[in-house]
């Protein structure tokens, strides 16, 4: 069981920026963030491969988001850059079941933390 806890989400004017990050209790393989706004599915946002060194973005963020993870530490994080109010939302964090490689699929996912809120300012 890995327990996952993300930190860093607050309110920020349009354009500005803000690190999310997600402590987990132990070892993880691949990871993601997802999003989910109000009155929507949720959304996966992107993933990082166990080894770090492959990620995955969904469209609306590429370019502007940047998944790290540091496995010393046992966290990951999401560098968000020239935020838009449509990337309001809670951001979950995730750690896959049993893939070592990034995956947009969230049944791969079998931990999840409990979210942190992002609210960007128009």
């Known amino acids: 069981q890995v327990h996952l806890a993300e930190s860093g989400g607050g309110l920020v004017p349009y354009g500005g920026s803000l690190r999310l990050s997600c402590a987990a209790s132990?070892?993880?393989?691949?990871m993601g963030w997802f999003r989910q706004a109000p009155g929507k599915a949720r959304e996966f946002v992107g993933s990082?491969?166990?080894?770090?060194?492959?990620?995955i973005y969904v469209d609306s963020v590429k370019g502007r988001f940047t998944i790290s993870r540091d496995n010393v530490k046992n966290t990951e994080y999401l560098q968000m850059n020239s935020l838009k109010p449509e990337d309001t939302a809670v951001y979950y964090c995730?750690?896959?079941?049993?893939?070592?490689?990034?995956?947009?699929?969230?049944?791969?996912?079998?931990?999840w933390g409990q979210g942190t809120q992002v609210t960007v300012s128009s």
């Open positions: 995730a750690a896959a079941r049993t893939t070592l490689d990034p995956t947009r699929t969230a049944d791969a996912y079998a931990y």
């Open positions: 132990g070892r993880t393989l691949a």
């Open positions: 990082i491969s166990w080894s770090g060194g492959n990620t």
